[in-house]
């Protein structure tokens, strides 16, 4: 059973930092595209950040780049999100996603999702 459980969400001020962790199990990931999502209340949910597991080349949403860095650790199968800076703007419940390609920045058919972690910025 695939599962991807995320954990590191919580409350902080403006300015603030946090970081997110996705453990992966289940499967092999190491031709997968991991990212990172997030839904804000009322808003669609968007693309924030991805890393090839393999390679390790990275693509971040224009609105976190220069604040947030997603990274992976191989050995733990596990994928952070460091988020510096953080704004109000950055409240939302963040979901780790895995997908065989992760093209358009979308999670297709074949791909999985967590159960999210909220985060939520304070000014």
């Known amino acids: 059973q695939v599962q991807l459980v995320e954990s590191g969400g919580g409350l902080v001020q403006a300015g603030g930092s946090l970081r997110l962790s996705c453990a992966a199990s289940?499967?092999?990931?190491?031709?997968?595209?991991m990212g990172w999502f997030r839904q804000a209340p009322g808003k669609e949910r968007e693309f924030v950040a991805h890393i090839r597991w393999s390679g390790g080349s990275t693509d971040y949403a224009d609105s976190v780049k220069g604040r947030f860095t997603i990274s992976r650790d191989n050995a733990k199968n596990t994928v952070y999100l460091q988020m510096n800076n953080l704004k109000p703007e950055d409240t939302a419940v963040y979901y780790c996603?895995?997908?065989?390609?992760?093209?358009?920045?979308?999670?297709?058919?074949?791909?999985?999702w967590g159960q999210g972690t909220q985060v939520t910025v304070s000014s």
């Open positions: 289940g499967r092999t990931f190491s031709n997968y595209v």
């Open positions: 996603a895995a997908d065989p390609t992760m093209s358009w920045r979308r999670v297709g058919v074949l791909g999985y």
